[in-house]
């Protein structure tokens, strides 16, 4: 708190005139409170001064977001290629707007899923990531659900009234029985129209080549309308594509600084050369979309490459870098980084839905990873409150794994049930494609009901008796 | 099955999976058989008592005066009662959203270091450091009978560790072992530290090993040896490693990403995320 003359940023309550050295400062001291900030020692000091740089952050044109970079532009090609690539046109008929006149805007009935699709390129992440600072839960909720993201590879992914799920078929030593048996039985409870993707526990070529292989396999026996992918590192895929695997989609976890990228071992440079690898294949049957990236607050922090700006801002930024590759799927993995960067079920529930808006209004096919560790403190119940507030806004898609409990990783998601459960309450439907291919196999017996048949899918029982050998 | 749930009298609510027998495959809970389409009874309150195990496990604190007793007991451990220490990390909920703070030690452990320093003349080789970290169960469970194994292997052979008393650490972070052995002018330290438990394992303990220990030093000048506990990696396993990467730092001076553990089996990881942060 000081007088008004000494800061660029500032506004008066009661008498007392609040403060903001920049508008980095501004966004952070506005931003819902969350461990990371305060870790970061960015956060707002009380109750009272978050609201007050909340009115004023309301008060800031969204024009002045092209003017002041928060990270500088000569040294941050995430930057670069926000400004750069900016559309004024699209930018135009919100152009006149202050942040608190664009909530307005956007929850009023002129924010169609038509125009928003119109201004999507004119909307910066730090628009984004701004506004979102003054919006509740259902603001979020209602904003996001307005938006319409569609992307496909071998089924068509984010229509309306749909909710897609990755298959997680992690195993501890990546042994091929295992991750078998928990693909059969995400499968079987009508997971998966996501992506089956794996993360290995032996992060080298030759065994992501061996999981993409076998991944392919099951995908081509049994002519699954989904793709696979293998969560390594983009060199391994990039190498693994030149042995001639079968890619389908190339995975990146992503941040939104040059320099937390670079702490990935990544640039743009890198990511477009993964891309175009990817498409030579042309392994997608209904679409071309390729790229599968993972992002979540708190890692350009963790990098210490955060230039001081808030979590959930740098987080908005990747979904530039995001929206660049036109991705098949992108996912925030909330609850995974732990305490230090979203303490409990309150932070980790207004990060997703926040996150969910944000990628949703940058057009980016937003899921969500809803998801805890053991030392956050959240449980079952938050994860059920965030899958249903995020089914709600129309999540792209979650993630499903057997029992909640991934065992390579450690941590708890969304468990094959959990995405039934949703399918269920608030009647969202699998891809189109896969959909039909669950009722093919015997898998639901009624798709409107999502009603799973009683007696295993024959096709399924003969593939039961090979892995269970000859008894 | 079919049968019984067309006749409401003698309905089965839960529809077991006929592929539950693929479990002997793998840990992953699968096969879980549905009520609807939700999990069943069992299987909900089998995972709420795991997720309650591995809550406790971070929350519990250590019972200091008991471990510190049990390893004054010991006839083959250092003749010095251990140090009791504190990170700067007032109690757990500061511990979990201030990492920065588990890495230093508070005022008072600092100058205890200090004065145990000044009042032994000996040069030591090794500061072992026992630290809760995320799982004081673990270690609870584990760094006595670890040390049972380790502690032969280190005070015999041609050339014995001078190990400098032991410390014990509560709401202390993995770097904290670097602080405490450039205090104690300890060639090398080796850190045994409860793990971030899992839902199936809240009673994990790791190894960290740094050369030369001072504050400042990254995961890229340590060495891990993870998942110490009965059901993971035994005493005798881990124990072995440890005295393997101990000798090769000290013929080499270093740690970390140029140690690589030669030992047969799986590759330890020189650097990374620790599972102990």
Known sequence: ?471 | MTKDLENPSTAVPVIEDRWATLRQFTDARIGLGRAGVSVPTQHQLAFQLAHAKAQDAVHQPLDVSQLVNRLIARSDFPQAEPICLHSAAPDRSVYLQRPDLGRQLDSDSARLLQDCRNAHSEEWDLALVIVDGLSAFAIEENALPFLDCLMPGLCSGADPWRVAPLCVVQQGRVAIGDAIGELLQARCALVLIGERPGLSSPDSMGLYLTWNPTVGKTDAHRNCISNIRPAGLKYEEASRRALYLLSEARVKKLSGIQLKDRTDGVVIGGSGQAPGE
């Open chain 1, 1 to 471: 708190m000081t007088q008004k003359a000494t800061y660029p940023f500032s506004h008066t309550v009661g008498g007392r005139t609040f403060g903001f050295q920049h508008l980095a400062d501004l966004m952070a001291k506005a931003t819902p409170a969350r461990s990371g900030d305060r870790l970061a020692g960015i956060a707002a000091e009380n109750a009272e001064e978050r609201v007050v740089a909340q009115m004023t952050l309301a008060d800031i044109p969204l024009k002045t977001f092209l003017q002041q970079p928060l990270v500088p532009y000569e040294n941050d090609e995430v930057t670069r290629l926000i400004l750069d690539e900016h559309d004024a046109g699209a930018f135009a008929p919100i152009s006149h707007l202050t942040v608190g006149d664009f909530r307005n805007w956007l929850l009023s009935d002129l924010a169609t899923t038509e125009t928003l699709q119109q201004v999507q390129k004119g909307i910066t992440p730090e628009m984004a990531a701004a506004v979102s600072k003054i919006m509740r839960n259902q603001d979020l909720i209602l904003a996001a659900k307005k938006c319409r993201v569609t992307t496909a590879f071998r089924n068509t992914i984010g229509l309306p009234g749909h909710l897609s799920t990755r298959l997680q078929p992690n195993h501890p030593t990546d042994d091929a029985t295992g991750i078998a048996a928990s693909i059969l039985d995400g499968l079987m409870y009508a997971n998966g129209d996501a992506v089956i993707g794996i993360n290995p526990a032996t992060d080298n070529v030759a065994q992501v080549c061996r999981l993409l292989n076998m991944v392919a396999d099951v995908i081509s026996h049994y002519e699954i309308p989904t793709q696979s992918c293998v969560l390594t590192h983009v060199t391994n895929t990039l190498e693994a594509i030149n042995q001639g695997t079968p890619v389908d989609l190339v995975f990146q976890s992503i941040a939104g600084t040059q320099a937390a990228n670079a702490s990935f071992g990544i640039d743009l440079a890198l990511l477009a050369e993964a891309q175009s690898a990817a498409l030579s294949l042309k392994r997608g049957t209904v679409g071309n979309n390729v790229m599968y990236f993972e992002t979540g607050q708190g890692s350009a922090l963790s990098a210490n490459a955060h230039h001081g700006v808030d979590q959930q801002t740098c987080e908005a930024r990747a979904y530039a870098v995001a929206r660049k590759f036109s991705p098949l799927l992108v996912n925030t993995v909330v609850g995974f980084i732990g305490p230090e960067y979203l303490f409990n079920g309150k932070e980790i529930i207004r990060a997703g839905l926040e996150d969910h808006f944000c990628g949703k209004l940058l057009g980016i096919p937003m899921g969500c990873d809803v998801c805890y560790t053991n030392h956050a403190d959240a449980d079952q119940n938050d994860m059920d409150n965030l899958l249903t507030l995020l089914c709600v806004a129309g999540c792209t898609f979650v993630m499903g794994i057997p029992g909640s409990d991934d065992i390579m990783l450690n941590y708890q998601t969304t468990s094959f049930h959990d995405a039934l459960y949703a399918r269920r309450v608030l009647g969202l439907k699998p891809a189109p494609e896969f959909d039909a291919w669950l009722k093919r196999m015997d898998i639901l017996r009624d798709n409107d009901q999502f009603q799973l048949n009683h007696e295993m899918s024959p096709r399924f029982r003969d593939s039961l008796k090979r892995l269970m050998g000859p008894a």
